[in-house]
């Protein structure tokens, strides 16, 4: 891992021209097979609207993918032929970047076989679909192995009620208020920006817009644009805590999703040419990437109490609340953190009929501690993406691993990672 490490850092300091691919006798290439690729996602996502999360190539391949999409079937065959394709290329004794870009390139074009399939009617468990699509198998944990957790959060909150009705309440204390939303959002990713370009060099032209929406299963999207601009909304419908800001800053935006397209974007579409990442496909190893980076941002931003101690003297007075008890939220949030892979076993058991919607909610309600309205959106994101929820606890958890692993200097580890093709599986001990 360290020498592919040190590659990876070598192709950062690289000049712009891409290294030569492997000679392949058939007189195909790593590039042409590139381009081909990028027709098969865009094919994809005019059968799957939202499969294509951001695309910022050619505009006339997009118009070619939207005029005239292979049916799912055809598209099914392109892939097993791409796979046979990059099969072919030989890497032996190849830049170690090249080598790295067909085993990219090979587990994309798996992820959206697998999502074909699943457009074919092919059913799959929940463990397996996650890592058919996203490159790594979660575990599912008893829901009784979360209840530990449980016990030490009724011990922090004691009181009538439910856990989860003593948690609400006791969070209503620090929803920002809708009229200053604005102002406390706009803090919070100017905060994280700051903290971010201490250490990542970004794009000079690098920006944003921010906008506030709502009727969304989600509550924050990056909607990338290409040329390093990102369109970021946050989904108002429920209450927005205080530490949210920090998070939906960070995640979003800084040194999250924007980031690491604008990285992406500047390292391989530019400086090397490689097509293949001017498209974004949402299910694929791509995104367990991109939201663990983005969740693990959270913490490198704002390390140990510094989250709390900010939001307590900034974001408290521009929300106009009271500090009272903020010690108290910090270590509830510490907590509820150690529940949030409780959703995957039962979004399991939801995904596979074994429970109904109205059982669903309540389990969510339990074990993520979230107010029925919270649950609801929660299972209707389930309903939605389904085994993409693996990507934020899990993945965090794997790339703040990953990145610690890598040494004392740990925005260094992570502006490596935004910058790169290392797959799910590359950060895996």
Known sequence: MRAFL????????????????????SGDSLDAIARDYVALILEIGEREPGYVDAYYGPAEWQAAASADPRTVPQLIQGAAGLTARLNAVPTRGADPAVAQRRAYLLAHVSAAAARLRMRSGDKMGFADEAEALFGIRPELRPLASFDPVLAEIDALLPGEGTLTERVTAFKADYVIPRDRLQAV?????????????????????????????????????????????????????????????????????????HVYNALLEQTFVRERGWVEMSVYPLFSPMSFVAEGSANYGIDLAFPGDEAAAWEREVLFPLAGLDPATAAKKARLAALTRQLARAEYTIADDWLAGRIDRAEAIRRLMTYTLADEARATQRLRFIDTYRSYIINYGLGRDVVQAWVERQGLDRWAAMETLLSSQILPADLVE
């Open 185 to 257: 959002m706009d803090a919070a990713i100017a905060e994280c920006r700051a903290r971010t370009v201490r250490h990542i060099a970004l794009p000079a032209h690098e920006r944003f817009t921010l906008s506030f929406v709502g009727d969304k299963p989600w509550s924050g999207y990056n909607y990338y644009l290409g040329d390093a601009a990102s369109r970021i909304e946050i989904n108002a419908d429920l209450p927005i805590y205080t530490e949210r800001a920090i998070d939906l800053g960070c995640h979003e935006a800084y040194p999250g999703h």
């Open 6 to 25: 040190f590659s990876l850092l070598l192709l950062l300091g690289a000049c712009a021209t891409a290294p030569a691919p492997a000679a392949d006798p």
